[in-house]
């Protein structure tokens, strides 16, 4: 079963098009992330938010934009995409107890492709 | 810094045979954590395993068992009479207790096929 719920599944876009991914996460979590899943390379954690606040950005470029108006839903903004940008981009949620030892709870990715 | 090392991109078996999965990890910390992920075709990661720094005892649920040995900073995965539904990539995974949240550095997966 997953709890985390992930919009849309596939989105082709522009490089000058402003697009949005959309997580929702039904698990009762505090915490939520983005991660970037590119072919033969280990998945990149991008943002993560703890109860509403972010807690991470891990230098990623301003064209991505984390957006997280309550503990539920994180969304990510896109605009100006480079074709490098190309990717699985995955959302996690967790509980949020700022626990190391936390299991994440993932969607089933939005597949990019920027042209 | 912390990394994952999977070194086997893809794996093909038959049916039933059995099948190692490696992981090796490098870390400074003392405390930390070790996983597994299931990624099947349809996305999504799914959590198979957590393993902390401080016990070494092997795993088994199952088809599925882990052996971590601290002294060759592994954390393999066998799956024993592996199946056709067991095809997936899968991801070896570290965190750090001094991160102070769930910070998971991924290895780059391996591919498993099963074929019938």
């Known amino acids: 079963e997953t709890g985390v719920t992930q919009t849309p599944r596939h989105l082709v876009m522009g490089m000058t098009n402003k697009k949005s991914l959309k997580c929702e996460q039904h698990?009762?979590?505090?915490?939520m992330y983005w991660y970037k899943q590119s072919a033969k390379k280990p998945l990149e954690l991008m943002f993560v938010?703890?109860?509403?606040?972010?807690?991470e950005n891990n230098s990623v470029p301003s064209r991505f934009s984390p957006e997280c108006p309550n503990s539920s839903h994180l969304f990510l903004h896109l605009h100006t995409l480079q074709p490098e940008d190309s990717a699985l981009y995955l959302c996690?949620?967790?509980?949020?107890?700022?626990?190391?030892?936390?299991?994440?709870?993932f969607g089933s990715g939005t597949q990019l492709s920027v042209l | 810094a912390q990394k994952v090392t999977q070194a086997q991109t893809e794996i093909s078996v038959v049916e039933k045979e059995d099948v190692t999965l490696d992981c090796v990890y490098e870390?400074?910390?003392?405390?930390?954590?070790l996983f597994w992920y299931k990624q099947p075709p349809s996305g999504e990661l799914v959590f198979l395993i957590r393993r902390n720094s401080f016990d070494e005892q092997n795993e088994i649920s199952g088809r599925y068992s882990w052996n971590f040995q601290k002294s060759t900073s592994s954390f393999n995965f066998t799956i024993t009479a592996s199946q056709v539904v067991d095809s997936a990539v899968y991801f070896c995974a570290l965190s750090e207790a001094w991160t102070g949240f769930q910070k998971l550095v991924f290895g780059t997966g391996t591919r498993l096929l099963v074929s019938p």
């Open positions: 870390t400074r910390d003392t405390t930390y954590y």
């Open positions: 996690a949620s967790s509980q949020g107890e700022r626990q190391t030892n936390e299991k994440l709870f």
């Open positions: 698990l009762g979590h505090n915490a």
């Open positions: 938010y703890n109860f509403k606040e972010q807690t």
